[in-house]
């Protein structure tokens, strides 16, 4: 089993920048992949970014391409989303997820609030 947590949530205004972290402990012998989904009030919850742990590259939203950078360190079982440029819209809770091996279903974080004021 994996546990996810995430960290670094918080209001900030438009324009502005947060960095977000997620911790993965447990048996993450068999990650592939981490990344980032966000969840708005009232709507699904939807991609964002996604890293993979073999050769470091990655997939972004087109909602959040040229504003949002993903990135990891492997040892220490981290993944960072930094946000700039933040617009209202990307107001949500974001959720860390891991991809395994043999658990396509994955493992999800409890999620971090990001508000967002105009």
């Known amino acids: 089993q994996v546990q996810l947590v995430e960290s670094g949530g918080g209001l900030a205004q438009a324009g502005g920048s947060l960095r977000l972290s997620c911790v993965a402990s447990g048996r993450t012998f068999t990650t592939y992949a981490m990344g980032w989904f966000r969840q708005a009030p009232g709507k699904e919850r939807e991609f964002v970014a996604r890293?993979?742990?073999?050769?470091?590259?990655?997939t972004v939203a087109d909602s959040v391409k040229g504003r949002f950078t993903i990135s990891r360190v492997v040892a220490k079982d981290t993944v960072y989303l930094q946000m700039n440029s933040l617009k209202p819209e990307d107001t949500a809770v974001y959720y860390c997820n891991s991809n395994h091996y043999g658990f396509p279903e994955g493992y999800w974080g409890q999620g971090t609030q990001v508000t967002v004021s105009s």
């Open positions: 890293i993979r742990w073999d050769d470091d590259t990655t």
